[in-house]
């Protein structure tokens, strides 16, 4: 019999389904050539939680990232970089962090380091509060950057929710100003129509406009609990929030449970409710109707104020109508939030829940200095939009960024291949070389698969005549012959008359 | 007193050089005031050897990426990332890796997980070893990836050696052929050249020639001390390796260290100095040189074969010969690959050592998969070139990637600057709304400090005139007059008649 451990790094590596029957002196061809592992070798597999991006998902990820660093940086938000590993004091705020953080931070030591000491980051807000901190003195406020990177959280794993994802913030910090909340919606829309993300919608509220509501109906002494409940309404349903925030008789109620102490009264539930229905839409209508609501409430007043202001800027920002609105039930992020909210949804695509998300913070750096620094500032969650993306059909056929695959050829000089690509590069046409001289149709079948849009056979024949043949390589079609005196133009020319767009 | 902790927190953090000496009771304001950090605080400083990039690092890093990207992709190189984290036994291959690199690798655990079973990655060809084994059935060879990321060493940290650093690598996977191993070169030299790396030249090299020429002099046994002195001869000049080579006396010999043993006889060891020293230059004549001296060695004949072949078809691949050269005393790295290697250096720079180096591999994946996969490729080393740029003078000033500057007056509608700055957006003009209508002096000198190129001022007079004035930021001149009506190709005009073309 084979050690349990070679049985165990066996039977997590093959590709044969089901559990495999086999001693040291059997080993089964078949399942070892499609895997090329054997039971000595290291399962190549990752740890779990985590997972490699391969050219499919990789293509499509940068192309967004790179818009959205164009995007951010035509606002003028800078570059920052802070390392993945932090100390854990700075993460954990002294102890002060909550238990959740606690319990899903990676500890990172090294031999002679002491354990506990050191930690990867679990979000890039924390390394944004430390490096301000550090070197507010050197840049000054107003401070806007942005950063993009891996962040990491030891949760249980699950269907798109991984140890590892990408966190693309911007933030400007040192400032009160109302232009600044109006700008970060209007950077979340710029961001993600120019990488093309369909129909979207960005939602916005204050949580002082809540806090005012909670107030007149006699219940600011509850505030957390209630925007806990308001939180599902989206998930759980109007019935089940109602009965949530009343602490109503459940229909099947749990015995072994104690009773729920109720938040509020179902009428109190109710016009809550009503209120946050009605919230909904666009920015003139409902500020207005909230606000004879309110009445005169102060905090209410404020709220709505500050919601008037961003939304009047932002009709004025480049942003559609029709891809903002003002949502005074939403109620996500407003326990750690002091101002405007905001979320983005997909439409149609809203149980994938926000996309781009965050708000504005009376003092971003607390825990490192005693200056005070408010901000305001989102985060586009790309994980979940490719996600999204993926599943909507929205992606796309990934294909290579170089459009041309040159062949090689058994007959000809490699060097005439080289130089044919080195044209194309110096044209701006990427052109790959394919590496051995097989089988034309081997190579044509290679292109096919990495996603080249054309093939360009350089034969025997073909580097005799000084012209080349092009072939596409979606349609199989031979298109025209390139002569080597106008290479360029007319490959480029091939391009542009393509009926799509190159992806 | 205070306690002893929080003392070491304030001398750490304060900017007052020297020892500070205080108590309690007296918090010397000006030193309070010009980090804000109190005792009580959380000190914002990163832990020893990793650092904070801010946008003057930012930036010309982010611009670097960019080009290699381009270049990469442009040659058909694909992107794939996998996790930061892998499993121990991956990266240190089941105990068979170095003594060197388990002691300087990152472990990570978080609660639940074992310490051991979960480390930082150390570089990213490992990682694309096991990505390899793991995805070449649905990938298919061959296969060309590029990556770029962190990856994390726990070495002493010094100057320019961090814990944290980014590697470009590109590989071509799965083919023998020498025009990959031409391209890889090529390669190189476009993104490095691409990125505006001022002139440098990549040293090319089989360690076959070396062991041919060991086993000429009959001392094919003693390859590995040989290439790890040779390696040495930039630093330490020829007398001392000469001496290392034949353990010829030193001129001050220590008393207790033994005696050492020769490598190689005075001769020998000439006879290889002269070697190396007559095998710098250009292709042609090197090898042609190099031919005649090895006669009919066949393990040297098959590496000038190469070499030749390589260097023939990179003068195909747009790669200026002032470029390139052969060295054949370039040792290192010919212990790890199996057949061309390469280095870089800028030139008048080399004691800043290789930016680029790499070489060619029989086996990439034999820990993970029976598979034979060899390949070649590189890496840049992002972090190198960017120390040496900077030394250099070589990064120019960096600047906010958002020319213009839009000011915020209190007697305008903030909706007025957000409309220009839209419309200038949309026209591929980056622009910035300064957040609070504060003076525009303190606007302009935030811009001049921000690296803006120009600012747009909007003040009353200019919001009723609907006519903008543009002030060069470096310069303090006023240029022309903007009206609204042709706001895009007026500060398009003037970014163009600039006479340094925008950074």
Same mark, same amino acid.
């Given at each position: 019999m084979l050690p349990k451990s070679c049985g165990t790094s066996w039977a997590r590596t093959t590709s044969c389904s089901g559990f495999v029957k086999f001693d040291a002196a059997i080993i089964l061809p078949e399942c070892t050539n499609s895997e090329g592992i054997t039971p000595d070798m290291i399962d190549p597999r990752v740890a779990g939680g985590l997972r490699d991006l391969p050219p499919s998902a990789s293509i499509p990820r940068e192309r967004m990232l790179d818009c959205f660093r164009k995007s951010f940086a035509s606002f003028g938000f800078l570059p920052i970089e802070t390392p993945h590993i932090e100390r854990m004091e700075v993460l954990t705020g002294k102890g002060a962090g909550s238990e959740e953080v606690l319990r899903q931070i990676f500890e990172v030591n090294n031999k002679g380091g002491k354990l506990g000491e050191l930690a990867l980051r679990f979000d890039l807000t924390v390394p944004l509060a430390r490096f301000i901190a550090k070197h507010v003195h050197e840049l000054g406020i107003p401070f806007k950057r942005y950063a993009i990177g891996s962040v990491f959280r030891g949760e249980s794993p699950g269907k798109g929710r991984f140890r590892e994802f990408t966190q693309c913030d911007f933030d400007t910090v040192g400032t009160e100003s109302v232009v600044a909340d109006a700008e970060t919606a209007a950077v979340i829309y710029d961001a993600l129509a120019s990488a093309g993300v369909p129909k979207f919608t960005i939602s916005l509220n204050n949580r002082k406009v809540l806090d005012g509501f909670l107030d007149m109906i006699g219940a600011s002494d509850r505030v957390g609990g209630v925007l806990? #409940?308001?939180?599902?309404?989206?998930? /759980?349903?109007? +019935?089940? =929030?109602?009965?949530?925030?009343?602490? #109503?008789?459940? /229909?099947? @109620?749990? @015995?072994?449970? @104690?009773?729920? =102490? +109720?938040l509020l009264s179902v009428t109190q539930a109710e016009r809550l409710l009503a209120f946050v229905e009605g919230g909904r839409g666009d920015g003139d209508e409902v500020l207005s109707r909230a606000a004879s609501e309110l009445g005169t409430n102060p905090r209410a007043a404020e709220g709505l104020a500050n919601l008037r202001e961003v939304w009047r800027i932002l009709m004025s920002a480049g942003v559609p109508r029709a891809s903002a609105r003002i949502d005074l039930g939403l109620a996500r992020g407003l326990d750690y939030y002091t101002g405007v909210v905001y979320e983005t949804t997909v439409d149609g695509w809203e149980r994938f829940g926000s996309i781009a998300s965050g708000g504005r913070y009376d003092d971003l750096a607390s825990l490192f200095t005693e200056r005070r620094l408010p901000g305001v500032g989102a985060s586009i969650g790309l994980d979940r939009l490719l996600a999204l993306l993926e599943e909507s059909g929205g992606l796309g056929r990934s294909s290579s960024p170089a459009p041309v695959l040159v062949t090689q050829s058994a007959g000809v000089d490699a060097a005439v291949s080289m130089a044919i690509a080195v044209r194309l590069r110096r044209a701006g046409i990427g052109a790959e070389v394919f590496p051995d001289p097989i089988a034309t149709g081997k190579q044509m079948a290679y292109g096919s698969s990495r996603g080249h849009r054309f093939g360009l056979i350089v034969g025997p024949d073909e580097a005799e005549a000084q012209t080349f043949r092009l072939r596409d390589l979606a349609t199989r079609k031979e298109l025209k012959a390139i002569a080597w005196v106008n290479l360029e133009s007319s490959v480029a020319e091939a391009l542009q008359f393509q009926p799509t767009s190159p992806s």
């Amino acid at each position: 019999m084979l050690p349990k451990s070679c049985g165990t790094s066996w039977a997590r590596t093959t590709s044969c389904s089901g559990f495999v029957k086999f001693d040291a002196a059997i080993i089964l061809p078949e399942c070892t050539n499609s895997e090329g592992i054997t039971p000595d070798m290291i399962d190549p597999r990752v740890a779990g939680g985590l997972r490699d991006l391969p050219p499919s998902a990789s293509i499509p990820r940068e192309r967004m990232l790179d818009c959205f660093r164009k995007s951010f940086a035509s606002f003028g938000f800078l570059p920052i970089e802070t390392p993945h590993i932090e100390r854990m004091e700075v993460l954990t705020g002294k102890g002060a962090g909550s238990e959740e953080v606690l319990r899903q931070i990676f500890e990172v030591n090294n031999k002679g380091g002491k354990l506990g000491e050191l930690a990867l980051r679990f979000d890039l807000t924390v390394p944004l509060a430390r490096f301000i901190a550090k070197h507010v003195h050197e840049l000054g406020i107003p401070f806007k950057r942005y950063a993009i990177g891996s962040v990491f959280r030891g949760e249980s794993p699950g269907k798109g929710r991984f140890r590892e994802f990408t966190q693309c913030d911007f933030d400007t910090v040192g400032t009160e100003s109302v232009v600044a909340d109006a700008e970060t919606a209007a950077v979340i829309y710029d961001a993600l129509a120019s990488a093309g993300v369909p129909k979207f919608t960005i939602s916005l509220n204050n949580r002082k406009v809540l806090d005012g509501f909670l107030d007149m109906i006699g219940a600011s002494d509850r505030v957390g609990g209630v925007l806990r #409940a308001l939180d599902k309404l989206a998930k /759980i349903g109007r +019935a089940r =929030v109602l009965e949530e925030l009343s602490g #109503a008789e459940t /229909i099947d @109620p749990d @015995p072994d449970k @104690p009773p729920r =102490v +109720a938040l509020l009264s179902v009428t109190q539930a109710e016009r809550l409710l009503a209120f946050v229905e009605g919230g909904r839409g666009d920015g003139d209508e409902v500020l207005s109707r909230a606000a004879s609501e309110l009445g005169t409430n102060p905090r209410a007043a404020e709220g709505l104020a500050n919601l008037r202001e961003v939304w009047r800027i932002l009709m004025s920002a480049g942003v559609p109508r029709a891809s903002a609105r003002i949502d005074l039930g939403l109620a996500r992020g407003l326990d750690y939030y002091t101002g405007v909210v905001y979320e983005t949804t997909v439409d149609g695509w809203e149980r994938f829940g926000s996309i781009a998300s965050g708000g504005r913070y009376d003092d971003l750096a607390s825990l490192f200095t005693e200056r005070r620094l408010p901000g305001v500032g989102a985060s586009i969650g790309l994980d979940r939009l490719l996600a999204l993306l993926e599943e909507s059909g929205g992606l796309g056929r990934s294909s290579s960024p170089a459009p041309v695959l040159v062949t090689q050829s058994a007959g000809v000089d490699a060097a005439v291949s080289m130089a044919i690509a080195v044209r194309l590069r110096r044209a701006g046409i990427g052109a790959e070389v394919f590496p051995d001289p097989i089988a034309t149709g081997k190579q044509m079948a290679y292109g096919s698969s990495r996603g080249h849009r054309f093939g360009l056979i350089v034969g025997p024949d073909e580097a005799e005549a000084q012209t080349f043949r092009l072939r596409d390589l979606a349609t199989r079609k031979e298109l025209k012959a390139i002569a080597w005196v106008n290479l360029e133009s007319s490959v480029a020319e091939a391009l542009q008359f393509q009926p799509t767009s190159p992806s």
